[in-house]
């Protein structure tokens, strides 16, 4: 399911509106250091449910809101919206065309929608079970992950392997059934 878009808005460093189109093939997104290229990772991870602030590098949910600068003051809201071409049906979802998005307010309110219809977080988890993608899948490695996978003990290293390959889901459908 390729990724058509990406629309930031208010999301850390981005605080004027960045779309970022997709094409076909591979894209690369070059950069200063500190200049966002984690930040743009970040938000795509975030717009798929990420509910870990830590792992977006802050201590509340809401320091993924735009800060201010020395020229700008903060902002109220951050808005990430994530389009997928999803003529393949790998997303759990009858349209060809998939937008997700997530808004942030200061004040805590948070909103979630599939194609502008307001839905829950389960309903985000949902749309992307079995698809091999998801905030916590290995579609997104981060900085520092890699190493982690190195250094890891055989038995960890096997569980990412297996959790690669898809075989993890069937293993604990085995354990709930012998459960049974
Ligand atoms: P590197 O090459 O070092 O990995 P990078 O391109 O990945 O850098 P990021 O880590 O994405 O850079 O961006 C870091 C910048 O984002 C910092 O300047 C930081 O101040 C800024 N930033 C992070 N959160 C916010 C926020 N809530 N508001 C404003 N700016 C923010
Ligand atoms: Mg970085």
Same mark, same amino acid.
């Given at each position: 399911m390729p990724l058509k878009s990406l629309t930031i808005n208010g999301f850390k460093s981005f605080a004027d509106k960045t779309k970022i189109d997709f094409t076909s093939g591979i894209t690369g997104i070059v950069g200063p250091n500190g200049s966002g290229k984690s930040n743009i990772t970040e938000a795509i991870r975030w717009v798929m449910g990420e509910q870990s602030a830590r792992s977006l590098r802050g201590d509340k949910m809401v320091d993924v809101i735009f800060a201010g600068s020395d020229t700008r003051p903060q902002m109220n809201r951050a808005e990430v919206t994530l389009q997928f071409d999803n003529s393949n049906h790998e997303?759990?979802? /009858? /349209?060809e065309n998939v937008t997700i998005k997530r808004k942030l307010f200061r004040n805590g309110d948070s909103e979630f929608s599939i194609n502008n219809k307001n839905c829950r977080l389960k309903d985000i988890n949902e749309i992307f079970m079995d698809s091999g993608m998801g905030k916590q899948s290995f579609s997104i490695i981060s900085q520092g992950r890699v190493e982690e996978i190195f250094n890891s003990k055989p038995v960890e290293r096997r569980s990412i392997i297996e959790e690669s390959a898809g075989v993890s889901l069937f293993k604990q459908k085995k354990q709930q059934a012998e459960n049974k």
């Open positions: 997303l759990k979802s /009858q /349209q």
